[in-house]
């Protein structure tokens, strides 16, 4: 039985990279069901498919849940990122998805929340971008250098271990910028008249308080697998590392454990 809420977010799921936890994300996709779900942005990799198509099956699955879920009566909400900035000219409604530049959500309790992706502050995005698209590179080889830690780790019977996560949280100059980035995000949602804003981009999922903005990132399905809940009251609850032991698990299995997976497949498999 999945588990309702009144609303999720999700965001940076980077399908069309090698680093997407697509698999994950099915697991969450089917124990999870939501009255409006939000994708803020960067779901599709534009910048890795321009220098390589990477597509497994497991990342159509996702798109075809997502588009299951809107059948069976979720609203989704689709803010386009900076990596799926593509997607940024067919702003509009398409059957049950809707795409928007940005959205202000209201809570059950009556908050007002802004909700964008956040690439918009990102002065590097937006200035430099020669030295973002080598940023992203350089973020590549570290999750590239990941897999096969993991794979020792994981013989070894250690857990999950993020190696790109850990770099920012040491380097003092990531550090600085996600709290500027944060800030920043914040003095801009003033402009809208809300007491909140939920965001993505920087794939750093936290709740905090940053003067009288509560201020929320629903992370990534790359690094930290995590999303943004709310539950019937208006209460936002952050999931983090979520299904860690999906990288054992092979289609066969997951379409063994949920119907609507393997119907996904099907639809998706010419015939």
Aim: aromatic letters at 12%.
């Amino acid at each position: 039985m999945s588990q309702q809420f009144r609303t999720g977010w999700i965001s940076d799921v980077h399908l069309g990279t090698k680093g997407s936890n697509a698999g994950a994300l099915l697991d969450f996709l089917r124990d999870y069901d939501f009255e409006t779900l939000y994708i803020v942005g960067d779901l599709i990799d534009g910048w890795k498919l321009r220098r390589g198509i990477y597509w497994p099956q497991e990342h159509s699955d996702v798109i075809q849940k997502i588009l299951r879920k809107g059948r069976k009566g979720s609203k989704v909400i689709y803010i386009p990122g900076n990596h799926d900035e593509f997607l940024a000219d067919f702003l509009g409604t398409y059957g049950s998805i809707v795409m928007k530049q940005n959205d202000i959500h209201v809570t059950a309790d009556g908050r007002r929340l802004l909700v964008m992706h956040g690439h918009e502050l990102d002065t590097v995005v937006q200035n430099m971008r020669w030295l973002a698209f080598l940023g992203d590179v350089g973020y590549e080889f570290l999750l590239k250098t990941n897999r096969p830690l993991n794979w020792l780790r994981r013989h070894i019977g250690l857990g999950y271990w993020s190696l790109s996560s850990y770099a920012k949280q040491r380097i003092k100059n990531a550090v600085s910028f996600v709290g500027k980035f944060e800030e920043s995000v914040v003095r801009y949602s003033t402009d809208f008249q809300v007491s909140g804003v939920i965001c993505g981009h920087i794939h750093w999922p936290v709740i905090r308080k940053i003067g009288e903005i509560d201020y929320y990132n629903s992370g990534d399905w790359v690094e930290s697998s995590s999303a943004l809940v709310e539950d019937f009251e208006g209460k936002i609850h952050l999931l983090k590392n979520l299904y860690p032991e999906h990288h054992h698990k092979t289609v066969e299995q997951r379409s063994a454990e949920d119907p609507d997976h393997a119907a996904d497949i099907g639809e998706l498999t010419p015939g």
